[in-house]
């Protein structure tokens, strides 16, 4: 690891994201410097950063100055470290790559060690625990545990000072030799293949809307959501042009303060963002209401859910296992969005009863776990089938957690709905059934998981699954044929509410 003949390292002078240039005889003017040569598209890269940047505190305190040199511009270093959580020194490397070529890459991630003299110490190819740990241990003068975490080591990728001229060009314009595995290269991914976000096809989703102009911060990580972020997280989900305002407004609803998105993000529940759908722009970009409302097969349904989740995940840094900590996830986290099927429904729509007028376009969002199907084939009157509805959600969240202090969405088919049509069932009567038929005396709720309510009261005395009607909230939509409805779970403990905007299609 430690060379046996002393080389000065070569000196540079480059950009930094704090602003203005920096030397790196100005790095070690107080003492060693350990400089990472990193790349944003290389996972090994990432994992150095991720890692490293936890001793980065303790290095300080122990003399060493950190720095990170990227082969990426200034603003991707800023993306790239931030979502790493590396806090140290953001240097950027412009193309032909001179400094990368002068310390003799071969790949990245690279860790060199400069003494406060200028020599080189030594360096580290990719990612070895072991051998980091010896060149950190020479820094400080101390022992210094790098990780116990697998991998403990791992190969890094090409150095960008190794690529010949052709490749630097199509990098230099955005593309690469597979543009698909690119995008699983740069994390800009849920897992699922994404559309690459060419110049392009971005400024075609933004329609000539002013990329620059901003939304605000996404949580958790708070990476601003210009409008031209949103269109590329639109693009990567395959959206089209014309859904791009739908996308618009629920990225407004989802950033509204009172929407608690950061707490969502962060939390161990498996929670998504349900974004329902209403008014004309159902029909405009063809959203789904009716069979498989709830399920792939249409375009506008699968991308625009998807592009929010993305805009949380890739702007928001709320990627699953680093700041989202869901213990288990769900496939709603992938993005869910139906339309409501107004058509067919025997009551005011979702965006009405919210406000709005019924020629209005309106995107919904609420917090939620996953679906759970609901089957009633043979009940025969409004009571019955409003007591199987409300007693299918008495096991959500918790057997025993009653009330549960927050809403349950309910998406009711079209032939259960028709049985509350023929009795002339309107939102509040089906809602006041069902809240009064799920309760059970709070002396069977004492054990697993309960609530102070429960522990509170008496033995007798009866406790409902919702603490008010207005907990439950109701749409239609699915098949013509076949009963069966569905309740997403609920999202506890954020304080969030339910939060609806108007589609605009001016730009």
């Known amino acids: 690891m430690s060379d046996e003949v002393v080389t000065a390292a070569p000196e540079f002078e480059l950009e930094s994201v704090a ?3 920096m030397r790196l005889s100005d790095l070690r003017s107080d003492g060693p410097v350990l400089v990472l040569f990193v790349a944003e598209e290389c996972p090994t890269s990432a994992l150095t950063l991720r890692r490293l940047g936890r001793l980065v505190p303790s290095l300080a305190a122990a003399g060493v100055t950190v720095a990170a040199v990227f082969e990426d511009p200034l603003e991707v270093a800023a993306r790239t ?8 020194t953001l240097l950027a490397e412009p193309p032909p790559y001179d400094v990368s070529r002068a310390y003799e890459l071969s790949s990245v991630p690279t860790t060199v060690l400069v003494g406060r003299d200028g020599n080189l110490i030594g360096r580290v190819v990719g990612w070895d625990a072991g051998a980091l740990e010896e060149l950190i241990e020479e820094a400080c003068g101390a022992p210094v545990a790098v990780t116990q975490e697998s991998p403990m080591r791992k190969p890094g990728c090409a150095a960008k ?3 010949d001229a052709q490749t630097l060009r199509l990098l230099d314009a955005g593309s690469g030799q597979d543009e698909l595995e690119e995008m699983f290269e740069r994390g800009w991914t849920d897992g699922l293949p994404v559309i690459p976000p060419t110049r392009e096809r971005v400024e075609a989703m933004l329609g000539g809307r002013d990329p620059a102009a901003s939304l605000g911060e996404v949580p958790p990580g708070m990476g601003e959501a210009t409008l031209e972020r949103v ?13 791009f305002p739908v996308v618009l407004a629920a990225a407004e609803a989802a950033l509204e303060p009172a929407f608690n998105l950061g707490g969502q993000a962060v939390t161990t529940q498996p929670v998504g963002q349900l974004v329902i759908v209403n008014g004309p722009v159902r029909d405009t970009i063809g959203l789904n209401g009716a069979m498989g409302a ?5 375009r506008a349904n699968m991308t625009i859910g998807r592009a929010v989740r993305l805009l949380v995940s890739l702007t928001g840094g709320g990627f699953p296992g680093r700041l989202d900590r869901a213990a288990l996830g769900q496939p709603g986290k992938v993005g869910v969005c139906v339309a409501e099927d107004e058509e067919r429904s025997p009551w005011e729509p979702l965006h009405v009863e919210r406000g709005f007028d019924r020629e209005q376009s309106v995107v919904t969002l609420v917090a939620c776990d996953a679906p759970l199907s609901i089957s009633d084939h043979r009940s025969r009157s409004p009571e019955e089938l409003a007591a199987v509805l409300g007693w299918a959600a008495a096991g959500a969240w918790s057997t025993n957690w009653w009330p549960l202090g927050t ?3 309910f998406v009711i088919c079209p032939e259960h709905a028709e049985l509350f049509r023929k009795h002339r069932w309107d939102k509040r009567r089906l809602r006041e059934a069902m809240f009064t038929a799920v309760r059970r005396p709070a002396g069977e709720l004492r054990w697993g998981e309960t609530t102070p309510h429960v522990e509170r ?3 007798e005395e009866p406790v409902t699954k919702w603490t008010s009607p207005d907990d439950i909230v109701l749409i239609v939509a699915g098949g013509e044929a076949g009963r069966f409805s569905a309740v997403f779970g609920p999202c506890l403990g954020m304080n969030d509410e339910i939060i609806s905007r108007e589609v605009r299609w001016t730009t």
């Open 457 to 459: 009261a008496r033995d």
């Open 407 to 409: 809403r349950s969405v």
């Open 81 to 88: 470290a931030r979502r790493a959580g590396f806090a140290a």
């Open 19 to 21: 602003g203005g240039a």
């Open 161 to 163: 000072s190794t690529y």
């Open 294 to 298: 709830l399920g792939p097969g249409w």
């Open 231 to 243: 269109a590329a997280c639109a693009v990567l989900a395959g959206c089209r042009p014309d859904y």
